[in-house]
C-alpha cells in the first residue's frame, strides 16, 4: 500500500526540486495570465500580441514552461493585461530566518483569493475569474 504524505504550499519544494520558490511564483504569476487571457475572450496571437512575446513562447507559458522568462518580464505582461502590480516589503515573521516570496492574486472587488470571510466566499464550482 502506498503511503500519503502531506505536502508543503509549494509542490516544487516536495519535489526537491531546484529553486523551488521562485517557480512557485512563476506557477502563480503565469496562472493569473493565463486567468486574465481566458476572462477576456483573447486568443493566443492576440495576448502575445498586446504583452509583447513570441506567441510560441506565451503558448509555452501558459503550458507552465517558464524558465526561460523571468518574473519581471510576467510582472509586465500582467500591466500589458490591464493589471495593477503591487510588491509589498515586510520583516519576515519571527519564527522564519529567512524571509519568503508569495503572490497574491486579488480580484477586482480588492479581496485577496483564499482570504474572503465565509460570506464573501463563491459557492463550490464558481470562479473568481468570472469578475
Do not use: W
Not at 519544494?13 to 495570465?33: F, Q, S
Amino acid at each position: 500500500m502506498a503511503r500519503i504524505t502531506k505536502g508543503s504550499d509549494n509542490i516544487y519544494a516536495d519535489l526537491g526540486l531546484p529553486d523551488a520558490e521562485r517557480m512557485r511564483v512563476k506557477a502563480t504569476l503565469a496562472l493569473e495570465i493565463t486567468r486574465t487571457i481566458q476572462r477576456r475572450g483573447l486568443t493566443q496571437m492576440a495576448a502575445a500580441a498586446l504583452i509583447g512575446m513570441p506567441q510560441p513562447k506565451l503558448s509555452g507559458m501558459l503550458r507552465g514552461e517558464f524558465r526561460g522568462i523571468s518574473e519581471t518580464k510576467m510582472l509586465t505582461c500582467l500591466n500589458r493585461l490591464g493589471h495593477d502590480v503591487e510588491i509589498v516589503v515586510r520583516p519576515a515573521v519571527a519564527r522564519r530566518s529567512t524571509g519568503r516570496t508569495r503572490v497574491v492574486p486579488v480580484p477586482a472587488r480588492g479581496v485577496p483569493l483564499g482570504r474572503r470571510r465565509a460570506s464573501q466566499r463563491r459557492p463550490h464550482g464558481t470562479s473568481a475569474v468570472e469578475d
